[in-house]
């Protein structure tokens, strides 16, 4: 028989054994070449307005990916030549070299690997209209999405995984040189040993966990936070991570050890599952501890990315508050264009405004904080004109200034002010001084546009009283802008576009319009967003995989202690009910205090911060739902696998 035939006879032989690698890298080029070939679709590419931001995003989440996985199945390697030790030294035994075992663990894993690659790439494919529509409907845009195999993601793909193939390769045999015989037999009945649990150390784990919840509740506001930032996120970092590890080490432990000492001990099977639990503490310790801080993180992460997604719109529409703005066009272009926004946008409202121009203004750090973001000159506009764009928005306050009053305009990152007397002076126009009695937060003019966003100035705009608008209008050159709101703005790239390029065949025109910018902002919201939960996906099933991987090989190292159970009269039914009761212990602490974590971080650093949208604890509990299930599944599919395993040896 050659060893590509004894290859092939194992992998028929332990079908349940190399199922579960194939389907740890299965998932891995599922995921991988979903996210390569949203680059390469033409029909994904078409529809993005900034392509080369969106190549450069799912590059490096691509890659991220990539190398999650590659640690994640080198992880399941592991776990799959530890189980198959044993097996290895018996091969030894009847005279195979190691070289020659290396070889056959080559030619399994190059079958296993192509299947999953085919397989994947196949199912990823298929996906990819899924995938896309996803985030076509992220983005807001209605593009169709079509089945796509690009050649570019299919190359790349399969050698990347085999590039894998060779590391998998590689750490197979260093681990199979390492073993000596002795251990090669024993290395599966390798058991953990109890230890004794301090109660002191207990109760810290607890005092720890509660002090770094108290810090975080205190929120950026406090003295604590404002004066020592540094210092407390390191304190409260620091205090977690051990509180967590002495949790699930000590204060577990020592449940479990006091629930051994009660004395219903003895009654029904809780005997059973408490002291095979108290063995296995010292080595689930570690992965406990990972699990659940590394959850925390990635739900935070995701809710996190989920509430800046979500409000993306609504900072957007503040700084770039006109569905479309521009600079007035004669009588038949703006026909044109009123034309093109009816085809596709119907008009709802229409403003021409009427302003002037003035010179640069030396002292605008009077009346602006962040004067280098707005423009040196002023654009002057009657209050008639602010309070009929106030009409018009349905956002805002309308304004009633008097005399040689004035009041600036300002955008987000310039707070209101009213101005106390002595009242600041602006000169405007030679010898017009005007005294400035409010700064308030209201973009009448936003900043420039086109269809790679904006990247001018704020105009800076100042109001003055209408009667002392129409007594300068006399003497100086007057600009108009033409205002629109529309029906559906979020959808109007194309109209945007069009409306764009007649304008700007004016040397020196201006135009500004709201999906510009929020195309772009929510293309990248969007990405990230998608990327994360791509990533939080793989990153979630390979952190619950560590712990299923661990009690299959439990499971496989008590299946003589189930066997003597069963002689000793235990049925099938109670049999379950310790598996059950056993492997939920090991699933819900890490699942409960991974939970408790992100809930702590996400309330009070983004939840009571962000008070006005009614969407937010829906995402908040949807991306926790979603580790609920897939710990629920999980654990449900441990708990059959498990009793699947301690029951082959008596089925036989």
């Not at 050649?151 to 073993?179: K, P, W």
């Not at 308030?440 to 904006?454: E, K, M, N, W, Y």
């Not at 003055?464 to 007594?471: G, L, V």
Request: proline fraction near 3%.
């Amino acid at each position: 028989m050659s060893l590509f035939d004894l290859s092939w006879r194992n992998m028929k032989r332990n079908f349940r054994l190399y199922a579960i690698y194939f389907i740890s890298m299965l998932v891995g080029v599922i995921i991988y070449f979903t996210f390569s070939g949203l680059m390469f679709n033409e029909d994904v590419v078409t529809a993005i307005q900034n392509k080369d931001n969106y190549k450069t995003i799912i590059f490096v989440a691509s890659m991220i990916v990539f190398m999650f996985i590659v640690f994640f199945i080198l992880y399941a390697n592991s776990f799959f030549m530890k189980q198959r030790k044993k097996e290895f030294g018996m091969y030894i035994l009847y005279g195979m070299k190691e070289r020659q075992i290396a070889i056959m663990v080559f030619y399994e894993t190059l079958l296993l690997s192509a299947i999953s690659v085919t397989s994947g790439i196949f199912i990823g494919g298929l996906l990819s209209k899924f995938f896309g529509k996803i985030l076509m409907n992220l983005m807001h845009y209605k593009d169709d999405i079509s089945f796509a195999f690009p050649l570019e993601a299919v190359i790349s793909t399969a050698l990347l995984f085999a590039l894998l193939i060779g590391i998998i390769t590689l750490q197979s045999y260093v681990n199979v040189r390492r073993m000596q015989i002795v251990e090669l037999f024993h290395a599966t009945k390798k058991m953990d040993k109890p230890f004794a649990f301090s109660m002191p150390l207990a109760i810290l784990s607890v005092l720890l966990l509660i002090a770094s919840y108290y810090t975080i509740t205190l929120g950026g506001s406090s003295d604590i936070w404002k004066d020592y930032f540094k210092e407390t996120l390191m304190a409260t970092t620091v205090a977690l991570i051990v509180g967590t590890y002495l949790f699930f080490r000590q204060f577990s432990g020592w449940i479990l050890q006091k629930m051994s000492q009660s004395k219903n001990y003895f009654h029904g099977n809780k005997m059973l599952w408490i002291s095979s639990l108290r063995f296995s503490i010292r080595g689930n310790t570690v992965n406990f501890t990972f699990n659940s801080l590394i959850s925390a993180v990635i739900i935070f992460g995701v809710g996190f990315i989920a509430v800046d997604y979500a409000v993306k719109a609504d900072v957007v529409r503040k700084e770039y508050p006109n569905d479309i703005i521009f600079s007035s066009q004669d009588n038949r272009t703006l026909q044109q264009i009123e034309n093109i926004m009816n085809e596709s946008h119907p008009i709802l409202a229409h403003e021409t405004m009427t302003g002037i121009h003035t010179e640069k203004i030396a002292n605008r750090k009077l009346f602006l904080d962040h004067p280098n973001y707005y423009t040196e000159e002023f654009t002057i506009f009657p209050e008639a004109q602010l309070n009929a764009i106030v009409d018009l928005r349905g956002v805002g306050q309308k304004v009633d200034v008097q005399g040689d009053e004035a009041i600036v305009l300002t955008r987000g990152i310039d707070a209101p002010t009213t101005y106390q007397s002595p009242l600041p002076e602006m000169t405007v126009l030679g010898d017009h001084t005007f005294q400035v009695v409010e700064r308030i937060r209201f973009p009448l003019l936003s900043i420039p546009t086109d269809a790679s966003g904006g990247a001018e100035h704020q105009p800076s705009v100042l109001i003055i009283s209408d009667e002392a608008f129409q007594h300068l209008k006399e003497n100086h050159t007057l600009s108009s802008y033409e205002v629109y709101k529309i029906e559906d703005p979020k959808t109007s790239n194309n109209v945007s576009r069009q409306i764009y390029d007649i304008v700007m065949r004016t040397e020196g025109s201006y135009y500004s319009a709201f999906i510009d910018m929020y195309a772009i902002d929510i293309e990248s919201s969007s990405l990230i967003l998608f990327s994360i939960a791509f990533f939080a996906a793989i990153a979630l099933f390979a952190l619950a995989s560590v712990i299923y991987f661990k009690q299959l090989r439990e499971a496989t190292e008590e299946r003589e202690h189930y066997a003597i159970l069963r002689k000793m009269g235990v049925d099938d039914k109670e049999i379950k009910q310790i598996i059950r009761k056993q492997l939920l212990f090991v699933f819900l602490p890490p699942l409960l205090l991974g939970l408790l974590h992100s809930w702590y971080l996400l309330y009070y650093t983004v939840i009571l911060i962000i008070k006005d949208l009614p969407a937010l604890t829906t995402i908040i509990f949807s991306v926790m739902g979603l580790y609920v299930l897939t710990y629920l599944i999980f654990y449900v599919s441990s708990t059959s696998i498990y009793y699947k395993i301690i029951n082959e040896k008596n089925t036989r």
